[in-house]
């Protein structure tokens, strides 16, 4: 019905425009000059007033739209108007001006959830775009770094310079261990990388966390772990050598006296020279456990050279190779690319394969075909690794938490410190070490380079 009055006025007013045309026409051709003026101005009103009556809804629309551009939702349009074609686009237009307004209310309250989220978080959380002004900065960030309010990543500057140069050079999915040092404590901060886009604007936003207390956490379940282990290599030396001596003691005292050489019987004295014997080679055994400590303490730094992968390899390849049984088990190598190249100590990288790898082949030695390979390349992150994977019995999960920790073994022989040392001789490099293990299927070592 709105639709209807409105065209109906439009074509009313096109029929009197048309009409006063073709009388201004007749005007000229019968040359009725005294009525030219009149119908003139008479055409020139009624095509003024069609052009308002269009516009009008036309500026209507605008000022709406300039209105939602602004964030102003108190625009509003009259709907007691005579022509029910605009009462009901007013109508139309303040009604959408109320939905969005709503929307807009929404997202204003979720915005503002979010910002108390990420305000009340426990992580650090920051996000500065390319010339480096800082778009948002949780308090937790700032109380981590003890500076408030954070603008811009120069700031960083006044709370270390290396802080400030790893946010100036945060390449996107990196992570950095970063030690802030201050008056009052040492921080251990663990910061990450992820790039964003937003509006079309190319953001960095980084993570920061304290990890200090997980870190004394690890380090003190690490002495737990290792004290449990020392405590048990240390009493099954101890205990047979107290039990040994106690009884040789009984041989040679009754009650507060010493016993007579007449009354010693020669069975006591071969039992006597029996047990000196048991605790001469229980004290070696502890002076080897004692050695094997040192040796642990004292790893060398590493004299690094560039080393090719594809030579490294064939060298364990051959040593391997030696050690394996005729169609018993396989040792393979691969290396790429080919031209693969590695900044390490070579001896102690050598010693290290060495070691795992003798112990991949020890784990196959019962598996039907069982096969360790050794595997060296690159990762997505752009990391040079080396693999130690074998298809052996694995490693269980009440195990794997112990593997690294000095002297635990469960073998019948050997220290227990060759995967603790390997461990310690990567960390000297600059890198880690993991391990992955499917029971029954696949077990894999890692040895990850920076």
């Known amino acids: 019905m709105a639709s209807r009055n409105f065209y109906i006025q439009l074509i009313l007013r096109v029929i009197f425009i048309t009409i006063t045309a073709v009388v201004l026409a007749f005007s000229v051709a019968f040359k009725w000059y005294f009525s030219l003026g009149l119908f003139v101005l008479i055409l020139g009103a009624q095509v003024f007033s069609l052009i308002t009556f269009i516009n009008r809804t036309n500026r209507k629309i605008a000022y ?11 625009l509003r349009f009259p709907e007691g108007v005579t022509i029910e074609s605009f009462k009901e686009l007013n109508r139309s237009l303040n009604r959408v001006n109320g939905l969005i307004q709503e929307v807009h209310m929404q ?10 989220i990420l305000k009340q978080a426990s992580i650090g959380i920051m996000t500065y775009n390319e010339k480096g002004h800082i778009l948002f900065a949780n308090p937790t960030l700032e109380k981590l770094l003890d500076y408030t309010p954070l603008n ?84 099954n030396t101890i205990t047979p050598i107290a039990s040994i001596s106690d009884s040789i ?60 992968g594809k030579d490294l390899l064939e060298k364990i390849d051959v040593l391997m190779s030696a050690r394996l049984v ?22 102690q990288i050598s010693q290290v394969l060495i070691n795992l790898g003798k112990n991949a082949l020890q784990a196959v030695e019962s598996t039907n075909g069982g096969k360790v390979q050794m595997i060296a390349g690159i990762d997505e992150n752009g990391s040079k690794f080396i693999d130690i994977r074998d298809n052996g019995p694995g490693i269980s999960p009440e195990v794997m938490d112990e593997i690294f920790v000095p002297f635990f073994t469960t073998k019948s022989e050997g220290t227990g410190i060759g995967l603790s040392l390997s461990k310690r001789v990567i960390q000297l490099h600059g890198g880690s070490i993991q391990v992955r293990s499917v029971p029954g299927s696949e077990t894999v070592f890692r040895l990850t380079f920076a």
């Open 64 to 74: 709406f739209f300039d209105a939602i551009k602004n964030e102003d939702f108190t």
């Open 326 to 347: 005729d169609g018993e088990s396989e040792f393979a190598t691969v290396c790429h690319p080919e031209d693969l190249e590695f900044y390490i100590d070579e001896k």
């Open 152 to 235: 811009h990543i120069k700031q960083l500057k006044q709370v270390d310079e290396t802080l400030y140069q790893i946010f100036k050079n945060f390449n996107p999915f990196e992570r950095k261990l970063f030690q802030l040092s201050n008056e009052r404590e040492q921080i251990q901060l663990a910061l990450k990388s992820t790039p964003l886009m937003l509006n079309g604007q190319s953001l960095q936003l980084v993570v920061v966390q304290d990890i200090h207390k997980e870190l004394d956490e690890k380090e003190t379940e690490s002495w737990v772990r290792l004290i449990r282990v020392l405590t048990h290599e240390i009493m």
């Open 249 to 308: 003691i009984k041989y040679y005292r009754k009650g507060d006296k010493i016993t007579p050489m007449e009354e010693l019987e020669e069975v006591q004295i071969k039992n006597t020279l029996k047990g000196l014997e048991v605790i001469k080679e229980q004290g070696g055994d502890l002076m080897d456990f004692v050695q094997s400590y040192r040796s642990l303490l004292h790893v060398p730094e590493p004299n690094k050279s560039l080393v090719k």
């Open 107 to 116: 997202l204003q309250i979720r915005e503002q959830y979010y910002q108390e």
